[in-house]
Nanobody, 121 residues
Framework: VQLQASGGGLVQPGGSLRLSCAVSRSFFSINGNGMGWYRQALGKQRELVAQITSIGSTNYKDSVKGRFTISRDNAKNTVYLQMNSLKPEDTAVYYC??????????????WGQGTLVTVSS
């Protein structure tokens, strides 16, 4: 798996999770690349939740501002998403990918393995 997200699980509303996304170095180095966290809820389109540029500037979807924090560790080729004050509407499968262009394999968008976050009491 070239993009492997992990850290999801079942959490109560108001709880926290920290997601990690390990990018295979043979796939690409995140150093010098923008990266993003996306999510896809059941029956909905995938959406961008947070992004970080190669120099560390960040941007967030309005509904997660102040609750989510994206970060990167170039040495580990890994991107993180700290999620606090989780809400039921945050329930989704979370993926990471490069920004602004989505990674491709054989010309097709590649999303790798996502991680399921379920926020429920």
């Amino acid at each position: 798996v070239q993009l492997q997200a992990s850290g999801g699980g079942l959490v109560q509303p108001g709880g926290s999770l920290r997601l990690s996304c390990a990018v295979s170095r043979s796939f690409f180095s995140i150093n010098g690349n923008g990266m993003g966290w996306y999510r896809q809820a059941l029956g909905k389109q995938r959406e961008l939740v947070a992004q970080i540029t190669s120099i560390g500037s960040t941007n967030y979807k309005d509904s997660v501002k102040g609750r989510f924090t994206i970060s990167r560790d170039n040495a580990k080729n890994t991107v993180y998403l700290q999620m606090n004050s989780l809400k039921p509407e945050d329930t989704a499968v979370y993926y990471c990918n490069s920004r602004p262009s989505i990674a491709r394999i054989n010309g097709r968008h590649y999303w790798g393995q996502g991680t399921l976050v379920t926020v429920s009491s």
